[in-house]
């Protein structure tokens, strides 16, 4: 079992950066392929990025390629999003989530179990 609680979500001008960061509670957290999904207003929940437990892979959107960084610290059971050059299309209720799927399904919601309440993130001027 895995609870999961988001922070570092706010409000940021286009162009600027935001850090998000998940802190994992309960066992076995670096077993786990870890993900960050997002929500937008009137959206269904999209993939953003995803890292894996077994070789450390990364697989991003292709929306935030070249923008955003997902890195974990397995030690201290923390999982974290670094957003760069944000726009106002980056505004959503972030989640992070963690789960066991299978590369080629890394982006498949379903394949997750845990999941985070969300932390909003504001891209506006």
């Known amino acids: 079992q895995?609870?999961?609680?988001?922070?570092?979500g706010g409000l940021v001008q286009p162009g600027g950066a935001l850090r998000?960061?998940?802190?994992?509670s309960g066992s076995a957290f670096g077993s786990y392929t870890v993900a960050w999904f997002r929500q937008a207003p009137g959206k269904?929940?999209?993939f953003v990025?995803?890292?894996?437990?077994?070789?450390?892979?990364?697989?991003?959107?292709?929306?935030v390629k070249?923008?955003?960084?997902?890195?974990?610290?397995?030690?201290?059971?923390?999982?974290?999003l670094q957003m760069n050059s944000l726009n106002p299309?980056?505004?959503?209720?972030?989640?992070?989530?963690a789960g066991k799927p299978i590369l080629s399904?890394?982006?498949?919601e379903s394949l997750y179990y845990y999941w985070g309440q969300g932390t909003q993130v504001t891209v506006s001027s």
């Open 2 to 8: 895995v609870q999961l609680q988001e922070s570092g």
């Open 20 to 24: 998000l960061a998940c802190l994992a």
């Open 44 to 46: 269904e929940r999209e």
């Open 49 to 63: 990025a995803a890292l894996r437990s077994v070789g450390g892979t990364t697989v991003y959107a292709d929306s």
């Open 66 to 80: 070249g923008r955003f960084t997902i890195s974990r610290d397995n030690a201290k059971n923390t999982l974290d």
């Open 89 to 97: 299309d980056d505004t959503a209720v972030y989640y992070c989530a």
């Open 105 to 108: 399904a890394i982006r498949t």
